[in-house]
């Protein structure tokens, strides 16, 4: 509903973090049901593909504090959003010259692409590009969840 012009300012603007309210979806079995917006599947590597490489919005060390540092700080969720001693290591490997969404609203169950290797706490969870069947995830709780405490 934005306009692209608009969506650019807003992302290079410095407080500007990303998230996706997506749920988390399989491009197969009782998924393709429904449709659903191509950012379920793309959000992330859209900023990373179009925004950082193409457009040249903002550079990919900014993109990355966006994606992981800064959503972390604002959203007081302990112990992630970056590589420090004592953090849960989520880390994503991924090919900044392919990395690249490939939903469309026209066809949105369409996995991304360029992303070679995730790691969730620890545990390897995409290897080459393959998902390893690891579920290491676990539920992240903010100041939001009633038990939190700061």
Request: no cysteine; aromatic share 8%; glycine share 8%.
């Given at each position: 509903?934005?306009?692209e012009e608009n969506?650019a300012?807003?992302i290079?603007?410095?407080w500007v973090?990303f ?6 979806m399989?491009?197969e079995?009782?998924f393709l ?9 793309g959000?992330?590597s859209?900023?990373?593909g179009?925004y950082?490489?193409?457009d ?8 990355i504090r966006k994606l ?7 959203l007081?969720i302990?112990?992630?959003?970056e ?6 290591a ?9 990395v690249?969404?490939?939903a469309t609203?026209?066809?949105p169950h369409?996995y991304?692409?360029g ?9 390897p969870?995409?290897?080459?590009g393959?998902h390893t069947g690891a ?8 100041p939001?969840w009633?038990g939190?405490?700061?």
């Open positions: 509903m934005m306009s969506v300012k807003g290079a603007l410095p973090s998230a996706s309210d997506a749920q988390s399989a491009s079995g009782v049901e429904r449709s659903t917006h191509p950012r379920a599947y959000n992330f859209r900023v990373l179009k950082v490489r193409e040249e919005v903002i550079t990919l060390p900014d993109a992981s540092k800064l959503p972390a700080t604002n007081k302990r112990d992630r959003g590589l420090a001693a004592g953090y849960f989520d880390i994503v490997i991924f090919n900044p010259s392919t690249s969404d490939h609203f026209d066809a369409q991304s692409t992303m070679g290797h995730v790691i969730v706490n620890g545990e969870v995409i290897h080459y393959d579920l290491p995830g676990q539920v992240v709780r903010g939001g009633r939190w405490q700061d």
